[in-house]
């Protein structure tokens, strides 16, 4: 047996004790030198981690984003009490809550959903989502999520950072900050909008926090253009840009010489940097022209209904597919799930720019190899409630709702949880969005309770010191 199969087999050393200790130590000294690029290129200090706790069962995370809050009732978490109640307030068995819209004794608001049990696992799936239906037996659904959040901005910043408040990291940035980025021309954690209106919170909630400003999420704008002044002018040559590179970050390094600690500064010259590989790598990353027509037409960016999710959908997998560890895609950038009235319109319109889009990334990840190690999420901030709003709308519902998970390692074809008989509670194994988080970094082999980021000598921690794991969804 090798020195490096016997040093793998010993449980308790990580990969970087294997490289510290196999072969004279020389695999240290390369991995100093990986260190030594990160910190370069994020212009900050390298995370502690960046190698797994763990072997984890998925490489990257594509997180999809129903801005404003899906109705769960609708579409992965059929109740057909609602309907027989409908026009009635919840019964007295189910407990009163706070509704930002005070709708707690309204009457119910039917769905006008019909459902059909979707693949050998026979997962029930609305109409709203029929070609999603056809993955159910890759997808596991957890129906019992809870939040803090009665509001889109609190929700959506917990949502993505793990508090009702600003000022944490997102958790594109923890995992940036834990694993690092597998592409050096690339950004390690991109944010996909499909329309010009940012989400509650603004780009806070795919912000650095308190950490190095090096691991925020970089936005790539909505159309055919996604990164601007990309190209430099031909008169330029590559030779002339990194030499005006090079004198503008030295006069930045002796300005920072000056002013140790500034985050901002250092993610400026990093951002130099970047952008100049971006100039020679992100225009192939970017160019969905060299996809297949029929490409186009599964993604559905021949229809304008699915046309703006289609593409970037089709980014996100070109972009994991280069090494971007972390890929959040907006549907609705701007709380357009935020149905308080006329939900048929809203959702029909939402839900139709979503499943062909969805069904389409998940087939063309399988049938790359990709899906067994990209973990995709769905969901919003939170569900909505059984009562009616205006007579045709439901109010925000964070006391129980629906998210699913496919590929990475998931088990497919379970559901997680439940909700009461009217989609009301999680009434059985609640699952907090710490939790959430705490399993989407898992399947990244990182332990929530050791990804630590110390602030004035305070260790803080991606879940906020709560949550668990939720082991099922792994089978």
Same mark, same amino acid.
Request: aromatic share 6%.
């Given at each position: 047996m090798s020195q490096i199969d016997s040093l793998h087999r010993q449980h308790l050393l990580s990969r970087r004790d294997v490289l510290s200790r196999a072969g004279a130590g020389f695999g240290a000294i390369a991995l100093a030198g990986m260190f030594a690029e990160e910190q370069n290129l994020l212009g900050a200090p390298a995370s502690p981690l960046l190698l797994p706790h763990k072997a984890g069962t998925a490489r990257n995370v594509i997180f999809l984003f129903?801005? %404003?809050?899906? &109705?769960?009732? #609708?579409?992965? #978490?059929?109740? =057909?009490?609602?309907?027989?109640?409908a026009g009635k307030p919840l019964p007295p068995s189910i407990k009163r809550v706070i509704t930002p819209m005070g709708v707690t004794e309204n009457g119910l608001l039917a769905s006008k959903r019909t459902w059909k049990n979707c693949g050998? &696992? %026979?997962?029930?799936? &609305?109409d709203w989502y029929p070609r999603v239906g056809e993955w159910m037996d890759d997808i596991c659904v957890i129906r019992s999520c809870t939040s803090d959040a009665l509001n889109h901005v609190g929700g959506v910043t917990q949502m993505n950072t793990g508090s009702i408040f600003g000022g944490r990291p997102s958790l594109g940035a923890w995992v940036h900050y834990g694993l690092g980025s597998e592409n050096r021309n690339l950004p390690g954690y991109v944010v996909l909008l499909d329309g010009d209106r940012e989400p509650p919170g603004g780009n806070r909630v795919w912000g650095a926090g308190f950490m190095s400003a090096g691991h925020q999420g970089t936005k790539f704008l909505p159309g055919d253009h996604p990164i601007l002044h990309l190209s430099s002018p031909a008169e330029i040559s590559d030779l002339r840009q990194r030499r005006k590179l090079n004198y503008i970050n030295q006069i930045n390094r #002796?300005?920072?010489? !000056? !002013? =140790? %600690?500034?985050?901002?500064l250092e993610a400026r010259i990093a951002s130099y940097e970047l952008a100049f590989q971006m100039q020679a790598h992100a225009p192939e990353a970017v160019n969905l022209a060299e996809e297949s027509q029929a490409t186009h037409e599964a993604y559905g960016l021949n229809q304008k209904r699915t046309q703006a999710f289609g593409k970037n959908c089709l980014l996100a997998r070109r972009l994991i597919e280069r090494g971007v560890r972390f890929v959040q895609v907006y549907s609705? &950038? %701007?709380? !357009?799930?935020?149905?308080?009235a006329k939900i048929e319109q809203n959702h029909t319109e939402l839900c139709g720019a979503t499943d062909q889009p969805i069904a389409a990334l998940l087939q063309d990840l399988k049938q790359r190899g990709l899906l067994e190690e990209t973990l995709v999420v769905w969901g919003g901030e939170f569900g909505r409630t059984p009562m009616s709003e205006k007579g045709d709308g439901r109010d925000h519902n964070p006391y129980g709702f629906t998210m699913w998970l496919a590929g990475g390692g998931v088990k497919g074809g379970q559901i997680i949880g439940a909700t009461d008989d009217f989609g009301m509670h999680a009434v059985s194994r609640p699952v907090h969005v710490h939790s959430l988080h705490a399993t989407i970094l898992a399947a990244l082999g990182l332990d929530h309770t050791e990804v630590i980021y110390r602030l004035q000598g305070r260790p803080e921690r991606p879940t906020v010191n709560e949550g668990e794991v939720i082991d099922e969804v792994f089978g």
């Open positions: 129903m801005d %404003g809050g899906p &109705s769960h009732l #609708d579409t992965f #978490d059929p109740k =057909p009490l609602v309907n027989e109640y050998q &696992s %026979g997962l029930p799936v &609305s #002796d300005h920072l010489a !000056r !002013r =140790p %600690g500034d985050s901002e609705g &950038s %701007g709380s !357009r799930w935020d149905a308080h």
